[in-house]
Nanobody, 117 residues
């Protein structure tokens, strides 16, 4: 069973930074690639970034150069460092295990990121 807990969200001014954390159950972390998604009010949930077990990363065009995904395999943690935040980054952020870009686990509660302009 996939168990995911996101944290680190908050209210930040445009141009600021936040670091999100995701704790994943060991049973899935050691097997799967991981991804961060976000869902803004009234919009679909979109993929933001992915990281393979070996550390290869991919990003949505909207966050390239500003966000960095990383993982700590020893701690079963995945992170999303978000810099130069914009108001359009406001959303609830979720992590999940992924197969290519398809999320495969049950969604956690997410963490709210609000960027004020």
């Amino acid at each position: 069973q996939v168990h995911l807990v996101e944290s680190g969200g908050g209210l930040v001014q445009a141009g600021g930074s936040l670091r999100l954390s995701c704790a994943a159950s060991r049973s899935i972390f050691s097997i799967y690639d991981m991804g961060w998604y976000r869902q803004a009010p009234g919009k679909q949930r979109d993929l933001v970034a992915t990281i393979t077990r070996s550390g290869s990363t991919n990003y949505a065009d909207s966050v390239k150069g500003r966000f960095t995904i990383s993982r700590d395999n020893a701690k079963n943690m995945v992170y999303l460092q978000m810099n130069s935040l914009k108001s359009e980054d406001t959303a609830v952020y979720y992590c999940n295990a992924v197969v290519t870009t398809t999320p495969i686990g049950q969604w956690g509660q997410g963490t709210q990121v609000t960027v004020s302009s």
